[in-house]
Nanobody, 116 residues
Framework: QVQLVESGGGLVQAGGSRRLSCAAS????????MGWFRQAPGKEREPVAI???????YPADSVKGRFTVSRDNAKNTVYLQMNSLKPEDTAVYYC??????????WGQGTPVTVSS
């Protein structure tokens, strides 16, 4: 069982930066793939960044070059550094943990609002 708690969301001006954190419980954190997803109002949840066995992927083209996912296994934490934020990045951001391509555990989400 893995419990995930996101933090770091809030209001930020366009062009600014924000770092989200996701703290995980459990003794096998390092074995899980970790992902960041987001859901904007009226839209479906979409994958933003995934880190798996040290490999980083950014399924959302709109964040490439601006967002960076990282993890600290010693702290059981995964991060999402978001730079050059745009109003269209406004969403609730969720972290998730899974194995083999499936996402079994989800956090409660942290909202990010980017003002223009």
């Amino acid at each position: 069982q893995v419990q995930l708690v996101e933090s770091g969301g809030g209001l930020v001006q366009a062009g600014g930066s924000r770092r989200l954190s996701c703290a995980a419980s459990g003794r096998t954190f390092e074995s899980y793939d970790m992902g960041w997803f987001r859901q904007a109002p009226g839209k479906e949840r979409e994958p933003v960044a995934i880190i798996s066995s040290g490999v980083r992927r950014y399924p959302a083209d709109s964040v490439k070059g601006r967002f960076t996912v990282s993890r600290d296994n010693a702290k059981n934490t995964v991060y999402l550094q978001m730079n050059s934020l745009k109003p269209e990045d406004t969403a609730v951001y969720y972290c998730a943990a899974g194995l083999g391509g499936g996402w079994s555990y989800w956090g409660q989400g942290t909202p990010v609002t980017v003002s223009s």
